[in-house]
C-alpha cells in the first residue's frame, strides 16, 4: 500500500495488536527462560487495555506530531463495544496505541517501534 495514513485506525490497530505483543512476548523470554504458562501470564499484564493506556502516557512526550495524530486517530476511532473488563478510556487508549505500532510496522519503521517500546520498558519487561 502506497500510503499507509490513508488505512483506518481501527486496521492499523489490528495489525499494531500483534506487533505490540511480538514486542512484549519478544521482551520477556530474553529477560528468561520459563515454563510457557508463565509467559502467558507475564504476557498478559503488559497487553491489557489498562496496560497499554499506561502505556501511552509513558510515550506521550516521545510521540512526533505525526504519531500524535496516528494515536488520535486510533483512540478516537468508532468501536462497536467495550469489554465488560476494562474502561471505556483505557480501551480507546489501547486502540490508539495499537493503531501507532500497526502504523510504524506497516511503514517499516521498527526501529521507531523499539525505541518507543524501550521507553515504556526501559529495564526490559
Known amino acids: 500500500m502506497d500510503n499507509i495514513s ?13 506487533v505490540y505483543e511480538l514486542l512484549v512476548r519478544e521482551s ?7 515454563p510457557s504458562g ?22 506521550e512526550d516521545s510521540l512526533t506530531e505525526h504519531e500524535a495524530e496516528i494515536f488520535r486517530r486510533g483512540r478516537n476511532a468508532h468501536t462497536t ?3 465488560k473488563n476494562m474502561t471505556s478510556a483505557d480501551y480507546h487508549a489501547a486502540t490508539g496505541l495499537e493503531a501507532l ?8 519503521d521498527m526501529a521507531r517501534a523499539r525505541e518507543l517500546f524501550a521507553k515504556i ?5
Open 101 to 108: 505500532f500497526g502504523y510504524l510496522y506497516l511503514s517499516g
Open 81 to 83: 463495544h467495550t469489554p
Open 38 to 59: 508463565d509467559f502467558h501470564a507475564e504476557k498478559i499484564k503488559y497487553v491489557s487495555a489498562a496496560a497499554q493506556a499506561s502505556a501511552f502516557h509513558q510515550i
Open 6 to 18: 490513508q488505512l483506518s485506525p481501527l486496521t492499523l490497530a489490528f495489525i499494531g495488536d500483534c
Open 28 to 34: 520477556l523470554v530474553l529477560t528468561a527462560n520459563r
Open 121 to 125: 520498558t526501559p529495564s526490559g519487561v
